[in-house]
């Protein structure tokens, strides 16, 4: 999936053999630890070649061949959720500086002193939208409230199945704007050729958005989703209210950004199992009472750090040129 968004951008993409080894079977470790030997000896001739000044990492297991690499280099490290996984926390043992999403970030760094809120980092084109715009391009009502409905870049079958259930009903109450992913595509299409008359003009349905993101975001009132890293920054963005669902099998980490969103006021989280019983009644509820929403929206509005990305890349830069 990076891949391909890199290349959409024209930014250059390399390939490293990485596994992870945190859950896996007895198995299957000895082969990933071998995977993980191959990635550092890929990565030493990636930084032959390319000569780095400073390394930026962001997370996950197929960084951990690189940081080994790169020891000798100064590195950042972004700590993108809340409560950093395994990998992360190996990471920040190598990191000169880490950067953190928000001030209650749990990664434990022998170094506390060189920790840096900055924020999450979103797309500079997202905060081109405003609600009008969005709505024209998305083909909206503006009279209409709006749902947006998704669950990350590949989709989730839960929150599709839990829509899909309570869809005409939903539809009642407010158009959707509802961004399923590859798996289940073909499933959203049939239930919208199943919809009639006006029903099925507020039924927008995509299987995956790359420019026109940042509209679904700037014209939808809530928001239900899975509650992984980039609800720290792009909901807070468009002070957007959520019905966050944590991803079960990854229930900590997601768990924690649903929990910290909740404890703000910004979102209410709702456990996947319960989703289809739950969605119906908390939409209308919402979308009904706008003193209920409204101040949702303002606890969201008050965490967006808008610059993250710039502090960020000043914190890099800075690293950068220390290291010359």
């Known amino acids: ?14 390939e490293i053999p990485a596994a992870g080894v945190h859950g896996v079977g007895l198995r299957t470790l000895p082969k990933n630890i071998i995977k993980l030997m191959r990635g550092v000896f890929a990565a030493r001739k990636i930084l032959r070649e390319f000569k780095p000044d400073v390394l930026f990492f962001t997370g996950g297991f197929v960084a951990v061949p690189m940081a080994v ?3 000798r280099i100064p590195s ?18 190598f990191a000169k500086k880490i950067t953190i999403s928000v001030s209650t970030s749990t990664v434990k760094y022998p170094r506390t002193s ?7 980092p979103v797309r500079k084109n997202l905060a081109a939208w405003d609600k009008k715009s969005a709505q024209e391009a998305l083909n909206l009502d503006a009279e209409k409230p709006t749902l947006l409905v998704f669950g990350g870049s590949k989709g989730a079958r839960s929150i599709n199945n839990a829509l899909l259930a309570n869809l005409p009903a939903v539809l009642e109450i407010a158009q959707i704007i509802h961004i399923s992913g590859k798996l289940d595509w073909q499933n ?13 003009q507020n039924y927008h349905v995509f299987d995956y958005l790359h420019e026109k993101m940042g509209a679904a975001l700037a014209a939808a009132d809530l928001v239900i989703s899975r509650a992984g890293a980039s609800t720290l920054g792009e909901f807070p963005l468009f002070g957007l209210p959520a019905l966050l669902i944590p991803y079960p099998y990854a229930w900590r980490y ?7 969103l909740q404890e703000k006021g910004a979102a209410i989280l709702v456990k996947d199992d319960i989703l289809e019983e739950k969605l119906l009644p908390l939409v ?7 003193q209920k929403l409204e101040p949702m929206h303002s606890a969201m509005r008050d965490l967006a750090h808008p610059n993250a990305a710039k502090n960020i890349a000043a914190e890099l830069l800075a690293l950068g040129h220390s290291s010359k």
């Open 188 to 200: 959203i299409q049939n239930a919208q050729k199943s919809l009639e008359g006006t029903q099925a």
């Open 254 to 260: 997601q768990k924690v950004n649903a929990e910290y």
């Open 284 to 290: 209308d509820e919402l979308l009904s009472n706008p």
């Open 69 to 71: 690499a790169g020891w």
């Open 1 to 14: 999936m990076e891949a391909e968004l890199l290349r959409r951008h024209d930014i250059a993409y390399a």
């Open 76 to 93: 950042l490290l972004f700590v993108p959720d809340i409560e950093p996984g395994l990998a992360l926390q190996f990471l920040a043992w």
């Open 114 to 120: 060189r920790v840096i809120e900055t924020g999450y």
